[in-house]
């Protein structure tokens, strides 16, 4: 199964954009990039996705490397609620038609006021 | 609104005891996915239903956990003997086949054994 892997922690100043960045080297060419954050004590939620095309939504932008093996998750304008740890995770098909999701450890972000 | 919940929040057990969590899933939802999160691995995928049929749990401990659905608006977890590095917490989640990008998750329940 593919892998991802990240830095353990960064910090970003309140305002500045703060860019998350992952490696997933072994991704298969149809395995989707997903991001998701963690709150202190609450359930992930789900921030963003992506398969080869750079995407943004409300939350974030997803920009992956013409190779795929990497991706970076930008946060345009970073806010002390933003703080918690983000996932950065490789959802593959398995032989059953059904999908998994692999966690990464994750990147501890810190925004600082 | 909607919201996947799951009781116990909270379970502190002595080593050997039987330990169930249960979950009730977003009412219409068809997938619901067992995470285990711990400090030194980040978060596990232990178990995987589809319309209750459990499909992938190649990531649960076989010999001592076990996941279920009895009926659609409840998923349980077992471990039975429960050991110390059993200590984790335990994420539900829930979802949709037709939009498997959104997995909606419980609050956890913290599961301490000693």
């Known amino acids: 199964d593919a892998k991802t892997t990240q830095p353990p922690s960064m910090d970003c100043a309140e305002g500045r954009a703060a860019n998350l960045p992952c490696n997933h080297s072994?991704?298969?060419?149809?395995?989707?990039v997903y991001w998701y954050r963690q709150i202190h004590s609450q359930g992930p939620q789900y921030i963003i996705h992506g398969l080869k095309n750079n995407e943004t939504n409300e939350m974030a932008s997803l920009i992956i490397t013409e190779d795929r093996k990497s991706s970076t998750l930008i946060l345009p304008h970073a806010t002390l609620r933003d703080t918690a740890v983000y996932y950065c995770?490789?959802?593959?098909?398995?032989?059953?038609?059904?999908?998994?999701?692999?966690f990464g450890t994750g990147t501890r972000l810190k925004v600082l006021a | 609104d909607a919201r996947v919940t799951q009781t116990p929040r909270h379970k502190v057990t002595e080593m050997g005891q039987e330990v169930t969590m249960r979950c009730q899933p977003i009412?219409?939802?068809?997938?619901v996915f067992w995470y285990r999160q711990t400090m030194m691995q980040g978060l596990e995928l232990l178990a995987y239903f589809r319309n209750r049929a459990p499909l992938d749990d190649s990531g649960m401990p076989k010999d001592r956990f076990s996941a279920e659905m009895p009926d659609a608006t409840l998923a349980t977890l077992k471990i039975q003997p429960s050991e110390p590095r059993d200590s984790a917490v335990y994420f539900c989640a829930s979802g949709l086949i037709e939009r498997p990008r959104e997995q909606y998750f419980g609050p956890g329940t913290r599961l301490t054994v000693t």
């Open positions: 995770i490789v959802r593959v098909s398995t032989t059953s038609g059904t999908y998994k999701y692999i």
């Open positions: 009412l219409g939802h068809n997938t």
């Open positions: 072994t991704i298969s060419g149809n395995e989707y």
